[in-house]
């Protein structure tokens, strides 16, 4: 009888998980102005906190709806992908992202963004890196170890860069496009490359 009742507890949270997707698929592929009223209403329910005047472009993907905070005037283009289920992610106010950004802290962490910044196409936010210590487990057995990734205030980030867990990226700096950045850069400070390093101050 126990069994029988978990297996139905299961296909009941198979069938409102399946629906769940429907649903989020149906609002984030609706385009046009239309299909941003959709799903700036469907923010105003699902996000912790939704602010006025935001635009999410169609193909948006968000996971973890519950602890993403976003500020007011925040656009987002299209096929933009959010996953914050294990961690937080923060999105102040006048930010821009530009399509197919991923900003994920799914396994945990914190992405925190400030006011009025700009991220260019394809950039890629990890909170999250794989274990690899021990060589007698595989790598995808050792599990993740997370960290936070704070961008401040008036921040352009160019196209395809990367940003790794533990960064800080200070008010008025730059990133140049496709670097990759695995230290903290200072305020008004512009970096690039592969690992990304000063080119010069503003």
Not at 47 to 65: F, P
Request: one cysteine or more.
């Amino acid at each position: 009888m126990y069994d029988h009742l978990n297996f139905i507890k299961k296909c009941f949270k198979l069938v409102v998980n399946e629906f769940n997707e429907y649903l989020s698929w149906f609002i984030f592929s609706w385009p046009g102005k239309t299909g941003n009223i959709i799903r700036l209403m469907w923010a105003k329910i699902a996000l912790k906190i939704c602010g006025n005047r935001i635009s999410l472009g169609s193909k948006v993907q968000i996971r973890g709806s519950k602890n993403i905070s976003i500020m007011d005037d925040v656009k987002f283009d299209e096929q933009c992908y959010l996953d914050a289920r294990g961690g937080t992610i923060f999105i102040g106010g006048g930010t821009m992202f530009n399509r197919c950004v991923n900003i994920n802290a799914s396994i945990g962490g914190k992405i925190s963004f400030g006011s009025n910044c700009i991220i260019g196409p394809n950039v890629l936010f990890r909170t999250s890196n794989h274990n690899y210590s021990k060589r007698d487990f595989l790598i995808k057995e050792q599990g993740h170890n997370s960290d936070k990734i704070i961008i401040c205030n008036d921040v352009w980030i160019g196209a395809a860069a990367v940003i790794l867990p533990g960064v800080s990226l200070n008010d008025g700096c730059i990133v140049g496009a496709g670097s990759i950045v695995t230290k903290s850069v200072p305020a008004y400070h512009v970096v690039a490359g592969n690992p990304a390093r000063f080119i010069k101050e503003r």
